[in-house]
């Protein structure tokens, strides 16, 4: 059964990359963009759900950059507008990535990278911003609901770009009870499912979120994997809208 276990878990991370391609190429987000993850960590509290991990991701296509020095200009604008960032570079023979991080943040990483391809015209770039952490508390609350949040997103994006939330943690709930509880809270509709002994990844779509993907039957926006560790142990959590990025 362990065997079997590993196999779905490559399945399901596979699966997860696939489906954050399609997503990055159909999806937008709006305003007030942590909201999803603020909403996620609630009802993590609400129902005991002991927080392990958090992270917010957001990526953009840079399709109107098309050339290294219009890359280049770009991350020159960025690094006027994050003084006091750290910046470093990076190249191989088949990319450069820029990476930036600001002051140390308590109980918070933040990260944002610019990578473009060394290819032949047109240069292929995204640029990728990443807030995550280990520990859920009111300074982290506090940054996601400040204007200042929606500004820095402003500040580094050209467009809207693709936002994916996730959370995960653990509780001692059975795995067969703790799935229909989290789809009730979370007002959520069963899509898809892959369900084994120890194991269970679900798609479903929530009105909770306001996003989804379209699929061959309906529309999704939310994914749920629940591991068990065993008689006794606890039963690991995973939320993701629209889809997890978070290994589980």
């Known amino acids: 059964m362990k065997k079997n276990t590993k196999i779905f878990f490559t399945i399901s991370i596979l699966t997860i990359v696939s489906l954050m391609m399609v997503v990055i190429g159909n999806r937008q ?14 009802i993590f509290e609400t129902e005991d759900i002991l927080l392990d991990e958090w992270t917010f991701y957001a990526r953009e296509h840079l399709v109107d950059l098309n050339t290294e020095k219009k890359v280049q200009k770009y991350v020159k604008e960025l690094q006027t507008m994050l003084p006091g960032w750290e910046w470093s570079y ?7 990535e820029v990476t930036a991080v600001p002051p140390t943040a308590k109980h918070r990483k933040e990260t944002l990278q610019i990578l473009a391809t060394h290819t032949k015209q047109p240069v292929n770039a995204y640029i ?50 703790a799935l229909p509880t989290l789809l009730a809270v979370l007002n959520a509709k069963e899509i898809e499912a892959l369900k084994e002994e120890n194991f269970m990844s679900v798609s479903a779509y929530s009105p909770l979120f306001s996003d989804s993907i379209e699929n061959k039957k309906d529309n999704m926006n939310l994914q749920i994997g629940i591991r068990s560790e065993g008689m006794g142990g606890r039963t690991a959590i995973v939320v993701g809208t629209p889809i997890i990025t978070i290994e589980y």
């Open 128 to 177: 990728i911003y990443k807030v995550s952490g280990n520990e859920w508390n009111e300074e982290q609350k506090s940054f996601f609901t400040n204007v200042q949040f929606e500004n820095r997103l402003a500040d580094i994006f050209r467009g809207n770009p693709t936002v994916f939330s996730s959370v995960k943690g653990s509780a001692y709930d059975k795995m067969d009870e």
């Open 29 to 42: 987000t709006d305003a007030q963009s942590g909201l999803d993850l603020l909403k996620i960590t609630s």
């Open 90 to 96: 990076q190249e191989t023979d088949q990319k450069w």
